[in-house]
């Protein structure tokens, strides 16, 4: 899911945003707009065989497997993010598809993590953990030097301040995100306000457009005054990291990201204004040009409607801190397994329904974008966009993205796998994942409410791995989307598009 961007000292800091943050209305009761005359007419025994292969024969645990601790990290322009493309082509192929391709897009220039040792100098001396923000620069090197706490709010101020004063020197650029002592008393309502009114003066809008500006261009600004680079912090408990980052925003200083702890010890350093010393040895690899990138494609044709299409969507980049299993391989294999149930149950859709996993989702939609605007001329045809990013969790339901009237037909969708709920349809929008460029087509589109199961420690982190996937979940997650499709493809109608979006265009 994209970062765009995760963490809360990280929105302070850089003033650009590489993929928003995938946030969820608040739940609120459907059913006020009007409804559309239109709900899924139950089909039992499809549905009975739909369950049954998805729980009792589910192929989930070897597939989110093997691509989680065989093929690995999928960075987008990677060798790795290729082998994973290749790969779930042939399982789709495996699984019966009627097609299987691999549709090309241009994406920017390509990056490569490298090593990294950061040690803290002084006062005292000792290794630091810390990785590089994806899409920035080693040091050449290693650098020495102090850090300094930048904290001007326009670039008038930065020059007043800090002009001539950054040369070689660490910098941070942000206060550190309050974050609750989970071992310690439990949060009073006093430590909630406390906690709150420091979060909302961190996050408050620019004031101005000076301000504004300068968020924009602090960066470049540090890079002019030569700094050695910027220090972010991880915002999460148990030293738990994250990490964002797009070719559309190299950055042209190193950037390190460093767990909350060390952030908060460092900036109470400076704050008793203690000298700090840092030292960075950082080997990044930057490419010079444009490559091809790839979304996987696969489709099972409809006996009566070939050319009308449910897609179901999940975007296989991911970080590369971990093996990017909650973000989002669990996501990927639940669509693979989608299709194999299908195919396995023997059921035939009216409509066609495609399989697509996007490539480039995490540097800012850029698979699903390409996606949508290649197919434009299609998209009418299209009678709606599903895609599962929220971590390992059960799909327990659904936002309905603006279409309120829509309600009603999701409540019967669900309701023929009652069996494997609850769920709730509510309003409600949720942003920050490939469903997204769907929208502004006018095509009904929607990502599903997940079970967070631990989403917020695994998102972006090093500990996104096999070990925090909960198969059962992922094998509900399926076997939901399966049923859901199906139902969609054989609707009597196409579904209105949304024809303010359309108009928008």
């Known amino acids: 899911m994209l970062n765009r961007i995760s963490t809360l000292s990280t929105c302070l800091a850089l003033s650009f945003v590489t993929a928003p943050a995938q946030v969820a209305a608040p739940p609120a009761s459907s059913g ?80 490569e993590r490298g090593p990294m040792t950061l040690t803290l100098v002084a006062p005292h001396k000792r290794q630091l953990y810390g990785e590089s923000w994806a899409w920035s620069p080693g040091t ?48 009073t309502q006093r430590d909630s306000v406390i906690r709150d009114s420091v979060l909302k003066a961190l996050f408050a809008p620019p004031a101005s457009a000076d301000e504004q500006r300068y968020r924009l261009d602090r960066r470049e600004l540090l ?32 950037q390190i990201v460093v767990p909350q702890e060390t952030y908060t010890h460092l900036h109470r350093l400076l704050a008793l204004r203690e000298p700090v010393r840092l030292q960075a040895t950082i080997t990044n690899t930057m490419g010079r040009d444009s490559l091809m990138q790839w979304n996987t494609v696969a489709e099972i044709r409809g006996s009566e409607k070939p050319d009308e299409v449910v897609l179901l969507g999940a975007h296989l980049d991911s970080w590369d801190l971990g093996t990017g299993t909650t973000d ?8 693979l397994e989608a299709a194999r149930i299908l195919k396995a149950a023997g059921v035939k859709p009216r409509r066609t329904i495609r399989f697509v996993l996007f490539s480039g989702e995490e540097q800012g939609l850029y698979g699903s974008t390409k996606y949508a605007e290649s197919h434009r001329h299609e998209l009418d045809r299209f009678q709606a966009v599903a895609v599962l990013d929220n971590g390992t969790g059960r799909i327990k339901g659904m936002a309905l993205q603006g279409r309120d009237e829509l309600a009603d037909l999701w409540k019967s969708l669900f309701a023929s796998v009652e069996q494997l709920g609850p769920f709730a349809v509510r309003t409600g929008n949720k942003g920050g994942t490939d469903h997204l ?56 109608e196409l579904l209105p598009r949304n024809l303010k979006k359309t108009a928008a265009r």
């Open 140 to 187: 050449k090197g290693s650098v020495v030097g102090d850090l300094v706490y930048v904290d001007a709010k326009t670039s008038a101020e930065f020059k007043q301040r800090f002009g001539g004063k950054v040369k070689g020197k660490w910098v941070l650029v942000a206060a550190p995100v309050p974050i609750w002592n989970a071992d310690g008393p439990q949060m």
């Open 437 to 492: 460029p769907f929208l502004s087509y006018g095509v009904p589109a929607f990502n599903y409410d997940q079970e967070t199961r631990g989403y917020g420690h695994t998102h972006h982190s090093q500990v996104d791995t096999y070990d925090h996937a909960v198969l059962d979940d992922v094998k509900q997650a399926a076997t939901v989307m399966a049923a859901t499709a199906y139902q969609l493809a054989n609707l009597p």
């Open 32 to 111: 006020s707009a009007p409804q559309l005359a239109l709900t899924a007419a139950a089909d039992p025994q499809a549905m009975r065989a739909i369950m049954d292969e998805g729980m009792k024969r589910s192929h989930v645990p070897a597939d989110l497997q093997y691509l989680t601790d065989v093929i690995g990290p999928r960075l987008t322009g990677s060798a790795a993010m290729r082998r994973a493309n290749d790969w779930t082509a042939r399982k789709f192929r495996e699984y019966g598809m009627d097609s299987t391709w691999l549709e090309p897009w241009k994406f920017g220039q390509s990056w």
């Open 223 to 254: 890079a002019e005054e030569g700094a050695a680079g910027i220090v972010l912090s991880g915002s999460k408990e148990l030293a738990l990291m994250t990490m964002s980052g797009s070719p559309s925003s190299i950055s042209p200083l190193p």
């Open 328 to 335: 989002n391989a669990t996501g990927s294999i639940a669509v």
